[in-house]
């Protein structure tokens, strides 16, 4: 359950950062993985869990990459 909180956390973190605070950055640094919610919302997955799952950071990673895509689309 605690995975799952912050899964949703992370992706809803990468969509506000993506879309709130990459329109006021500079023009070269609008780059591809700050521009995109699922994007953004993977690397910040990344980040977070390796700490505790190591090269398996993908799985949650990914997880977050997929939900917030669909939250966005919502």
């Known amino acids: 359950m605690n995975l799952l909180i912050e899964i949703l956390g992370i992706a809803s973190l990468g969509i506000v950062i993506a879309t709130v605070l990459t329109p006021q950055l500079p023009s070269k640094l609008k780059i591809k993985p700050l521009t ?12 977070y869990f390796f700490n505790t799952w190591n090269l398996a950071c993908i799985i949650p990673a990914s997880l977050c990459y997929i939900l917030a895509y669909k939250l966005y689309k919502l």
Do not use: V
């Open 36 to 47: 995109c919610e699922s994007c953004m919302a993977f690397h910040i997955g990344l980040g």
